[in-house]
């Protein structure tokens, strides 16, 4: 044992054991006999010492165990009532006066000889000691029953990763620790339970000071007074403990966060199932069918991959069409009470705001300290105008919260501390991911390539330690990741409707012009003319940054240029910029063509379907951290002239990025056929039912009909990817059919054709093909040339049913 420090109170003692006891008449006798004994056998080594049973308002007589002893430096503190072991705790190691305190529970099952052990540990220079059953070296004897082994290691497994990270066990009752620094943090505690061990190490942890964790002989003894349902009660504490270690700041920033996302999608939030999104064109309509139909297969236990409710009979496949898995699975419930709507506008407004949450996280924990700068950096990061176009149809492109997650964990494996661990959780990951947004995790991977390259040449060193780590962890989370995923693949790339590339034209690059002006939904710089003019359409406005953040950017990088990690950024989201013109790109103003970057890459496997505009914006978060960076120096800086001078450069660049709400419209209402049941005796089993002109991207109505019926009937036709001719090339809708293609022409132009016995004909075999039950009109644009046409190939007129017209092809073809 130590010398005592110099300025420690006379009074004090060298040792103090403290023993917590509720209801412990049986085996608090013989704990007590071994550790007095143990203690005056050994006073040349522990000096002074002393015992402190805590007594947790017994009803029993633990207090005249102690009292029997007569042993003076044994002494007895007890509360009134029964509270918990951290109650009881609190008040034992409050009125110890050692130089040291020993916390050990009263069945005794780490023996007190295994002291040793700890307070050597404590002369090394620790905090503390504590004993553990899970590091190597440890004796287990008399075990636990398995179910509660069990739990104890999935709760330990918890608490490593939520709360006191680095302990393997922090419930083993034996531990040593500083006298006062033990006083300080049983003090600051406020847990009455179980957990009342794990919220003191993370006072330890919290403050800096250094644990010892000690293998030590343990076996279980009977009479444990821990439940099956403390393990919940003790998940309960930690929970609360986690939410009283949050920053203020954070939770500011991540409310923040989720009203900037409600204000966005304002329009909608409140009544979804009446408000439609006018920018999302038909893909609105498309995600909701995708989470109604996902919520139908897990009910029905059907094949989450595969739905013939759309594009009857070859049916869709749902792993090629993005329909997030790894979100519309969990929601199903939510879907199946409350609709798709619903649950679509709750992943969409809480998916962006938990995105921006996730990149303030790593820009906090890799780039900057100061929660303002991290703040404003995830903002541009999670809104930023591409992120507010995709806001309006593409969750995919919304909901990327793994994103910041996945890259944090990459960097760590950089560290080499624990490659397996983080391969591990990498891999796992990067499997949820695909089952969010494949593309969003391939626009990544191109962004951390490039980051990695730059820094790479910027820091040789860092990169030549850290690469042989990082193959490792990459090479340990493709075998997580790949087992888990490789069905779904096969099924994606080779299953039923799969198709081998989706084409989207020969260059759907950005304009360079692109890069530097305003989207559409920017706030006081919005022009919609020029912003269409320079995009596909409002979901694909992939750049939109604006010239003043592209010159606040470049001003940041000149003069912040010593920093590496300023140099890797910029190479990042200008190697992204250049990567989203697209294999050619036209310089403004003029006719020269020049060949880009992304024709090295367009022809490969996975690149030959991406939209190479949305390259971009990988420039967000890139731009955003460099933002935060800036905002740190800024506020660092001790001239006032220079922070009003910086901080006006940002709000005028960041101010024309503001997004206004996104438009929204009443939705049109669905004809009582679909939702009062009247279709129903017009379709028969394996039969479909075949709206006019049958659904496709162009107008996909007829999907939220079928979702209005309860997905009662099959569809010919539909919305989603899909195979086309031999080849297998990708196309939008079910492959088109004779009769199709008339349908559709006639809604876009309103002209009916000479329709002549082939044109029946070949209309009686497309309705064979589509297993049609019945064909229906609804009211709409060119609906009485829709109608007129219908009559010619049936033979016969319609018949007005709940709202729409019906012809009922059970009834013989003329």
Known sequence: ??????????????????????????????????????????????????????????????????????????????????????????????????????????????PIEELEQLDKALSEGNAAAIGSRSVPGAVIGDRQHPVRELLGRAGNLLIRRTTVPGIRDTQCGFKLFEGEKAREAFAASRINGWGIDVEVLRHFHRADWQVAEVPVRWSHRPGSKLRHLDYVRVLAELARLRARSLRPADVFAVTLFLLMSMALYSGRLFDPDHRYLPDSLQDQNQWEWFFDVTAHNVAHLHNPLFSDLQGFPDGVNLMANTVMLGLTVPFAPLTLLAGPAVSLSVVMTLGLAATAAAWYRLIVKRVVRRRPAAFVGAALAAFAPPMVSHANAHPNFVVLFMIPLIIDRALRLCTGARVVRDGVVLGLMAAYQVFLGEEPLLL???????FAGAYGVVRRDVAGQAWRPLLRGLAVAAAVCLPLVVYPLVWQFAGPQSYAHMPHGDNSGNSPLALLSFAERSLIAGNARRANALSPNPTEQNAFYGWPLVLLAFAIVVRLWERALVK???????????????????????????????????????????????????????????????????TATRTLGTQYLGLLGVCLALLPLVPAPLKTVERPATPTFFTTGAWQPYVREGESLVTVPLPDAGDAEALHWQQQAGLGFRLPGGYFNGPYGDDRIGIYGASPRYTSDLLSDIRDTGVVPRLDATWRAQARRDFAYWRAGALVVAPGPHEEALRRAVTELVGRPGKWVAGVWVWDLHQALR
């Open 1 to 110: 044992m130590s010398k005592p420090a110099r300025g420690t109170p006379a009074w004090a003692v060298d040792l103090s054991v403290v023993i917590p006891a509720f209801n412990e008449e049986q085996r608090l006798g013989p704990t007590l006999d071994a550790v007095t004994r143990y203690l005056r056998d050994n006073e040349g080594r522990w000096g002074e010492w002393e015992v402190v049973v805590a007594d947790d308002g017994s009803t029993d007589g633990t207090r005249d165990v102690v009292a029997g002893l007569k042993e003076p430096r044994v002494r007895l503190v007890t509360g009134p009532h029964h509270r918990g072991k951290g109650n009881a705790l609190r008040l034992g190691v409050a009125a110890s006066r050692g130089r040291r305190v020993l916390v050990t529970d009263a069945d005794l099952a780490a």
């Open 444 to 450: 990544a991977a191109i962004g951390l390539v490039l």
């Open 568 to 634: 890797a950024l910029a190479v990042t989201a200008a190697g992204a910029a250049l990567l989203s013109l697209g294999p050619e790109f036209r310089i403004p103003m003029t006719d020269r063509v020049y060949p880009g970057p992304w024709a090295l890459l367009a022809r490969l496997p996975l690149f030959e379907s991406v939209i190479e505009g949305r390259v971009a914006m990988i420039c967000a978060p890139a731009l955003g951290m460099l933002l935060a960076l800036a905002l740190d120096r800024l």
